[in-house]
């Protein structure tokens, strides 16, 4: 590889070994494993809803299981995937808040692992780390990791939608790639079940099926459309 010329995307450059990227890639691991424990102290610190939403979205989860009809029976203004969602968390779980709780604060786990892994493969791990750890430095974020509201989840469950879209690049498989960005489309049509306004990471969507390979070009449009 010519020394002046940046690796491609999904590619690290011949400076990064191995053991080097997998203590990081560990790093964040323990940073997701450090929210899960930091969020769930909140959650059990804070047993009455802290917001109005929070309530909200409780009441239509329970509703839901007792058999009434969401935007039939129940009045809602959002999209029903996260009522849904919580409702078949609940029946596995138990029914209170802290229980609750979890469902948003393991999807923003997961999310760090997918912001880790994505700029770890565009920019290099380090970046990856420094990603996860200004994310976690957020004013506000352990809290809104730990409350019954839609926002996070779907911008969670949206970032993981791009994952399988990078993956793309690394398979030879036809079948497999098609797979790849059926996944991907699934995923961001659950986040859009959730809440409408993931559709600003459209233009991101599109710049990652841009920069593909010419032959994948034809795929990414499909994955987009999905």
């Known amino acids: ?30 940073m997701a494993l450090l929210l899960l424990g930091v969020g769930w102290t909140a959650a059990q610190r804070y047993p009455i809803a802290l917001d109005t939403d929070e309530g909200i979205n409780l009441a239509k989860a329970t509703l839901i299981a007792d058999g ?11 999209p029903g995937g996260f009522a849904y969602l919580l409702v078949g968390w609940r029946g596995v779980v138990g029914s209170s808040i802290e229980a609750a709780r979890m469902l948003p604060l393991l999807l923003s786990a997961t999310a760090l692992l997918a ?7 565009l920019t290099g791990p380090r970046s990856g780390t420094l990603t996860v750890l200004l994310i976690l430095c957020t004013h506000r974020y352990i809290r809104l990791s730990t409350s019954v509201m839609i926002g996070l989840p779907a911008l969670c469950v949206a970032i993981a939608a791009l994952v399988p879209l990078v ?4 398979q030879t498989s ?9 996944a991907s489309g699934v995923l961001f049509g659950l986040a859009l079940q959730i809440k409408l306004w993931v559709m600003a990471l459209i233009p991101l969507v599109m710049v ?5 390979r010419p032959g994948l070009r034809r795929l990414g ?5 999905a």
């Open 1 to 30: 590889m010519n020394p002046g010329r940046r690796p491609p995307i999904g590619q690290l450059g011949p400076d990064t070994n191995l053991a080097g990227r997998h203590e990081i890639y560990r790093l964040v691991i323990v």
């Open 68 to 78: 009434y009809r969401l935007h039939r029976d129940i009045w809602s203004d959002q």
């Open 115 to 121: 912001i880790g892994w994505l700029v770890s493969q």
């Open 167 to 170: 993956l793309v690049r690394r």
């Open 174 to 182: 036809f079948w497999l790639k098609l797979s790849l960005i059926a």
């Open 208 to 212: 990652l099926c841009a920069i593909s």
């Open 221 to 225: 449009r499909v994955g987009l459309i």
